[in-house]
């Protein structure tokens, strides 16, 4: 049975499901009043509550805030977040929360299945208060509908017009605000609410503390010695979001002639030959120190990793906020996304580069398909040498040690490759209209 690409989720989504949901809208909407449910939000009135996000470990992490005020205002009450099959590995991982129910959406079988298992468990349950992270999703909104929870609070935006008889409470999604504070702006709905947006650290056990020292003494031949890590990877939801690869590989070459200590090129087991892609440009010198060690590690040791890095260099993805919530400073990448949006900028140890003179930049919140069609500019015209100085800022290296030429050339290259795309483009177009 084939694998779902998230491009056909989508479709699926809006093609089908979302006509299901404005069918609903005709019949939840009198059957709400007929039943004059008691939407009460005492203590006593609420034992059951949902926290719904699917897609995006970053996500994830971004709600930890929110899912700790809750669990503040609700101690008695028994707290559940509903993920993904694929976000398993952070979600075990949350604190304040009693159980975690999974989606598996690896296609339409597996997704029918497991979605009749979850409600059947929410029946079971019981379900108060309902939180729909999602925003566009009408596969979350028939979720949160048929758990027949009492309160089902949601987001809504003009072109979710589906939402508004299925959920009983909802709030606007602002995009050009943080994505934590929208999301405590949602339980505010409920009467929760704090200015405290710092991201709860994920756990990580002892023994995988203790296996990654032992790890760092085998590569490096001492447990103390100075390492970054750099993750050159986005997720499937969008991979316009990648810095290009020949920036990665000149940066570590650059960078490792001048720093004294080992980089690790991180990622999952499907990510490991774009790493390798990348380690194959490295020159001989900066292979002796740098790693790819994509998928070799669990993902709990990956955060012991993380968590001890002198810092973190990465593309917008999952990891970040990851790198976020265990206090390690980081350097971040951003062109389809808003720095502003996800980037956190009371954290006082991360770098977010972003170029803000490319017109359709941002643009990941607004349409389906990049109006770049893959030749991401936004990402291409981050400077490599702004990369390294915003590095070697972090890592307490001085820039005057470096010799950057090779970064101009490379950069000079890539941006003249891409104006060459673009003005064929143009011509293919012309032509076409003629």
């Not at 949350?94 to 029946?123: P, Q």
């Amino acid at each position: 049975m084939s694998a779902l690409k998230f491009n056909q989720k989508i479709f699926l989504d809006r093609v089908v499901l979302r006509p299901i949901a404005l069918f609903l809208n005709c019949i939840v909407r009198p059957v709400g009043i007929l039943l004059n449910r008691n939407h009460d939000l005492t203590g006593i009135n609420v034992k059951t509550i949902v926290i719904a996000k699917l897609v995006g470990m970053g996500s994830i992490c971004r709600a930890t805030p929110m899912i700790r005020e809750i669990r503040n205002k609700y101690p008695h009450a028994k707290v559940v977040v509903l993920t993904s099959c694929k976000n398993r590995m952070i979600a075990e991982r949350l604190n304040n929360i009693d159980m975690v129910l999974y989606v598996d959406d690896l296609s339409i079988y597996t997704t029918i299945v497991s979605s009749l298992g979850v409600l059947f468990r929410f029946w079971q349950l019981r379900v108060d208060l309902y939180f729909d992270l999602e925003v566009y999703s009408a596969y979350s909104t028939l979720l949160a509908t048929f758990s027949l929870a009492r309160n089902r609070y949601g987001f809504y935006r003009e072109s979710t017009a589906f939402r508004l008889g299925l959920h009983t409470h909802l709030v606007y999604f602002n995009d050009n605000r943080n994505i934590s504070w929208i999301y405590m702006m949602l339980a505010k709905a409920c009467g929760v609410y704090s200015t405290n947006l710092m991201l709860d650290k994920p756990t990580i056990s002892r023994d995988d503390s203790e296996k990654i020292q032992l790890f760092l003494t085998n590569a490096s031949g001492n447990y103390n010695s100075k390492y970054i890590v750099i993750n050159p990877n986005a997720s499937e939801l969008l991979s316009e979001r990648k810095w290009p690869g020949v920036y990665f590989a000149e940066l570590i070459n650059v960078f490792s002639s001048v720093y004294e200590g080992t980089i690790f090129l991180i990622g999952s087991a499907d990510e490991f030959t774009c790493n390798a892609a990348i380690y194959e440009k490295l020159t001989e010198k900066s292979r002796a120190t740098t790693f790819n060690i994509a998928g070799k590690l669990p993902f709990g040791q990956v955060l012991s990793l993380i968590e001890h890095a002198q810092c973190m260099l990465t593309n917008d993805s999952g990891l970040f906020h990851i790198a976020l919530s265990l206090g390690t400073k980081t350097v971040s990448l951003w062109g389809p996304g808003n720095r502003s949006h996800y980037a956190d900028y009371e954290y006082v140890h991360q770098i977010a580069l972003q170029n803000n003179d490319i017109y359709c930049s941002p643009c990941i919140y607004r349409v389906d398909k990049v109006p770049c069609q893959g030749n991401n500019k936004c990402m291409q015209s981050i400077h490599p040498v702004s990369v390294l100085n915003a590095l070697s800022t972090l890592c307490s290296v001085s820039s005057d040690l470096f010799n950057t030429a090779s970064l101009e050339s490379i950069y000079k290259e890539v941006n003249a490759e891409s104006l060459n795309i673009t003005m064929t483009s143009k011509r293919l177009q012309k032509t076409a209209n003629n």
